[in-house]
Nanobody, 119 residues
Framework: QVQLVESGGALVQAGGSLRLSCAASRSLFSIMRMGWYRQAPGKQRELVAVITSGGNTNYADSVKGRFTISRDIAKNTVYLQMNSLKPEDTAVYYC?????????????WGQGTQVTVSS
């Protein structure tokens, strides 16, 4: 099991930047994959960025070149640096963790943090 706590969401103007944080209750090395997802009202939750325990990353096409996922192993924390924000980035952003437990994948979610980008 793992507890995830997101923070950093805010109201920001288009073109601005935010850094979201996800603090995990256990070592990131024990988590197969950490990810950031987002969900806007009336839309499906979508994957934004992922980072594996080995440090490999991947991004949704819509955020490539603008967002960066990173981690601080000592702090058990994953970050999402969001630059050049657009109104369409407005959503609740959720931290996700995928763990292997009892030879099966388990998913855990944070509470979400609101990001609103004004034009």
């Amino acid at each position: 099991q793992v507890q995830l706590v997101e923070s950093g969401g805010a109201l920001v103007q288009a073109g601005g930047s935010l850094r979201l944080s996800c603090a995990a209750s256990r070592s990131l090395f024990s988590i197969m994959r950490m990810g950031w997802y987002r969900q806007a009202p009336g839309k499906q939750r979508e994957l934004v960025a992922v980072i594996t325990s080995g440090g490999n990353t991947n991004y949704a096409d819509s955020v490539k070149g603008r967002f960066t996922i990173s981690r601080d192993i000592a702090k058990n924390t994953v970050y999402l640096q969001m630059n050049s924000l657009k109104p369409e980035d407005t959503a609740v952003y959720y931290c996700n963790a995928r763990l292997v437990e009892n030879s099966a994948f388990n998913e855990y979610w944070g509470q979400g943090t609101q990001v609103t980008v004004s034009s």
